[in-house]
């Protein structure tokens, strides 16, 4: 895997953050078409239940966001869960998903 650029190399510092502030199983970041970032956990409540990259792109779109043109994910999963990428996908046909591992180390980056 090549090296993220810098600012999406950011995206994945702050997805790590939002995971590890409240032990989390995922941490995402997106960042919107303005370079407005926004970092988010997952939601595990008894009446709601949100991927950390769903709430992450909800949070952006709240903020008047039109767009995307990065995302990442940080979590202990082989791949981006389908309702995280639909979500950014609503946004953004072809922004980049990039999954990280816990440990920061990027495993992959979805297109399209």
């Known amino acids: 895997m090549s090296e993220l650029d810098a600012e999406d190399s950011k995206l994945v510092v702050l997805a790590r953050g939002a995971r590890a502030r409240v032990g989390a199983a995922e941490g995402a970041a997106v960042r919107d078409q303005d370079g407005r970032t926004y970092a988010a956990a997952t939601v595990a409540l008894p009446s709601l239940g949100l991927t950390a990259l769903q709430l992450a792109v909800a ?41 990280a591992a816990p440990g920061g180390e990027v495993l992959g980056t979805v297109l399209g």
């Open 59 to 99: 949070s952006a779109a709240a903020a008047g966001a039109r767009s995307l043109e990065a995302a990442a994910v940080v979590t202990e999963a082989a791949a981006v869960e389908e309702a995280g990428r639909a979500a950014v996908r609503d946004l953004a046909v072809d922004a980049p998903i990039h999954l």
